[in-house]
């Protein structure tokens, strides 16, 4: 018996994307299945952010709820850590109800909030200004906020860039715990390989630029292959070496 593609929650398939008159991805034909684990990989300036926004833009459109963890975070430094998730979940209440929440949290919140941030190690943080955390705690109140939104998807622009290697799989760990389906920018190669199904790897030399020049299930990849998206680093690891 043959087993069934599960249809795509989503195709892109556009002649190009960009920004103005800037054309930063060409041919674009992706589809996500429910239940895959893309990493996003690429070079600085690739398109990875720029592939995320077209994404969510286009889920959006199918109404297919996702929740968003941005690269800039987002966050409002003046106000506390638990009023900064609890944001995730804003268009879900009432206008009176954010409002006095923001005032007096509801216990309710306040213990669903807390729950969310013992894993990821902020519960002690709860009511510290945002201002007054490290780059690796504001980076975890923005992923705490992206899993209070509660959806099945995840998309995340380089969620764990702030944070060490073991720290950044206990954290793509907890998002996919939480999450079936994910895609996921990312600067770290091997966790694209040990934590995800499938790797789309953008291009960013003069004649790679702007193309998805790898769309493969992770366990075909070693990270060697992976390099060459990398040329930059490839040059200057061999004339480190010479
Ligand atoms: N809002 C914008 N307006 C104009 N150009 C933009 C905008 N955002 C990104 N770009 C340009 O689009 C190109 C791709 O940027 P993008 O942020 O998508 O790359 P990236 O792979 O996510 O980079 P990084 O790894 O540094 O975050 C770059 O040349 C960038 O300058």
């Not at 996702?66 to 003046?78: D, E, H, N, S």
Request: hydrophobic fraction near 40%; charged fraction near 20%.
């Amino acid at each position: 018996m043959t087993q069934e593609t599960p249809s795509p929650l989503l195709h892109l398939s556009q002649d190009h994307l960009g920004h103005g008159a800037e054309v930063v991805l060409r041919d674009l034909d992706i589809r996500l299945l429910p239940g895959e684990r893309i990493a996003l990989l690429g070079a600085s300036g690739a398109g990875k952010s720029t592939l995320l926004e077209a994404l969510r833009a286009a889920l959006q459109q199918r109404d297919v709820a996702a929740a968003w963890c941005p690269q800039r975070q987002g966050l409002v430094p003046q106000l506390s850590v638990y009023h900064n998730i609890f944001m995730g979940r804003l268009d879900q209440h009432s206008r009176l109800t954010n409002l006095l929440n923001l005032l007096r949290p509801k216990p309710a919140h306040w213990q669903t909030v807390a729950a969310l941030c013992e894993p990821l190690g902020i519960a002690g943080l709860m009511e510290r200004s945002v201002e007054a955390l490290s780059g690796g705690q504001r980076q975890r109140v923005a992923i705490a906020r992206a899993l209070y939104q509660g959806h099945d998807l995840f998309l995340g622009d380089e969620p764990v860039a702030s944070v060490d290697p073991h720290q950044a799989s206990q954290l793509i760990q907890l998002i996919h715990a939480r999450h079936a389906t994910s895609v996921v920018a990312l600067h770290q190669r091997e966790l694209a390989l040990t934590h995800f199904t499938r790797v789309i790897g953008l291009g960013k030399q003069a004649d790679d630029q702007g193309r998805v020049l790898l769309d493969v299930a992770t366990d075909r990849l070693t990270p060697g292959d992976l390099d060459f998206l990398y040329p930059a680093a490839a040059t200057r690891e061999s004339s480190d070496v010479s």
